[in-house]
């Protein structure tokens, strides 16, 4: 698995990202830890924590994990019921969600406090005011930003917010991000990372004759998934199919290939088995430019 730097600052992570949104649901302890010996033993070294995700922290806190990882945890949303959800980012807010997270983790600071969405109302002067201060204290090192538009992280950096990253869904079956936050990102000199980077597993091709009955289209996630089990993503996946084909590997492989040739930095995967783990860690397709062109076509 290859490293690069985070945009301009001197943090260094893996290409590939693990996702843990069902750790403490579908993935319990013991197959967390399995998963993550194989994406660190491949060089894996980025993990994400989602909003409110009190339960994959709590996970983490009970595995073995070395030092060098490089935690990636959000904030910004809070979640007292499954029907009840709360954004913003007021300083007790985000003060109180970190302090959380680092309780819940054991660690003593994490590495990229994401902001989970854009507060139109706290000011933003009191928004970089406590990130200031979770900075000064050691508590978090780097800054980053999800849910924004390009005009969105330009605000947050003219309030002299720090920005080192910028989080949104990417992959061949959703190119949003690049009609505008991507060319912002690009012209600051800020990394980005691709959220779902299989497309919600769809660009794995488990759907291409029916929905097997552990995915997660079959479950609570069915809504989340279907959105990207529409006719244009099967013509999508037709050619990513016929890329993998013709280059002898699997689709999943030419969707991580796409987002490396795109420029992402890092690609967030939702591994649910270390076999599934293993063999996206053995990922290092390179696409030749006609096929990364006719890719950009189909998409």
Same mark, same amino acid.
């Given at each position: 698995?290859? #490293?690069?730097?985070l945009?301009?600052?001197?943090?260094?992570? %893996?290409?590939?990202?693990?996702? +843990?949104? &069902?750790?403490?649901?579908?993935?319990?302890?013991?197959?967390?830890?399995?998963? *993550?010996?194989?994406?660190?033993d491949?060089?894996?070294n980025?993990? =994400?924590?989602?909003?409110?995700?009190?339960?994959?922290a709590?996970?983490?806190?009970? *595995?073995?994990?070395?030092?060098e990882?490089?935690l @990636?945890?959000?904030?910004?949303? %809070?979640?007292s019921e499954?029907? #009840?959800? =709360?954004?913003?980012?007021?300083?007790?807010?985000? /003060?109180?969600?970190?302090?959380?997270l /680092?309780? $819940?983790?054991?660690? &003593?600071?994490?590495?990229?406090?994401?902001?989970?969405v854009?507060?139109?109302?706290?000011?933003? &002067? =009191?928004?970089?005011?406590?990130l200031? +201060?979770?900075?000064?204290?050691?508590?978090?090192?780097?800054?980053?930003?999800?849910?924004h +538009?390009?005009?969105?992280?330009?605000?947050?950096r003219?309030? %002299?917010?720090?920005?080192?990253?910028v989080?949104?869904?990417?992959?061949?079956?959703?190119?949003e991000?690049? #009609?505008? *936050?991507?060319?912002?990102?690009?012209?600051?000199?800020?990394?980005?990372?691709?959220?779902?980077? /299989?497309?919600?597993?769809?660009?794995? !091709?488990?759907?291409?004759?029916s929905?097997?009955?552990?995915?997660?289209?079959a479950g609570?996630?069915? =809504?989340?998934?279907g959105a990207?089990?529409?006719?244009? @993503?099967?013509?999508?996946?037709?050619?990513?199919?016929? $890329?993998?084909? $013709?280059?002898?590997?699997?689709?999943? !492989?030419?969707?991580l290939?796409?987002?490396?040739?795109?420029?992402? +930095?890092?690609?967030l995967?939702s591994?649910?088995?270390?076999?599934?783990? $293993?063999? *996206?860690?053995?990922? !290092?397709?390179?696409?030749?430019?006609?096929?990364?062109?006719?890719?950009?076509?189909? %998409?």
């Open positions: 698995m290859k #490293h690069q730097r945009g301009t600052t001197g943090l260094d992570v %893996s290409d590939l990202g693990l996702g +843990t949104f &069902e750790w403490g649901h579908r993935v319990d302890v013991g197959a967390a830890q399995r998963i *993550l010996d194989v994406f660190i491949a060089g894996g980025l993990v =994400e924590l989602p909003s409110s995700g009190v339960q994959a709590a996970v983490l806190s009970r *595995l073995s994990v070395p030092a990882i490089v @990636c945890a959000r904030v910004g949303v %809070s979640m499954t029907s #009840h959800i =709360e954004v913003g980012l007021g300083r007790s807010r985000i /003060l109180d969600q970190v302090d959380r /680092l309780s $819940a983790t054991g660690r &003593e600071h994490i590495d990229v406090l994401v902001l989970d854009f507060d139109e109302v706290v000011d933003k &002067e =009191e928004t970089a005011s406590a200031s +201060t979770l900075l000064t204290l050691g508590k978090i090192r780097y800054i980053g930003l999800s849910h +538009t390009g005009w969105q992280l330009s605000e947050m003219h309030m %002299s917010v720090p920005v080192a990253a989080l949104a869904e990417y992959s061949l079956l959703n190119r991000a690049e #009609h505008d *936050l991507i060319p912002a990102a690009d012209y600051a000199g800020i990394g980005f990372i691709a959220g779902a980077g /299989l497309g919600r597993g769809v660009l794995s !091709d488990k759907y291409v004759r929905t097997p009955g552990d995915s997660r289209a609570e996630l069915a =809504e989340y998934v990207y089990l529409d006719d244009r @993503c099967s013509r999508v996946m037709a050619g990513v199919r016929r $890329a993998a084909t $013709a280059l002898g590997v699997s689709s999943a !492989d030419i969707a290939a796409f987002n490396r040739h795109r420029g992402v +930095t890092s690609s995967v591994a649910r088995t270390e076999e599934q783990m $293993a063999a *996206l860690a053995r990922s !290092d397709v390179a696409l030749a430019p006609e096929i990364a062109e006719v890719l950009e076509q189909i %998409s």
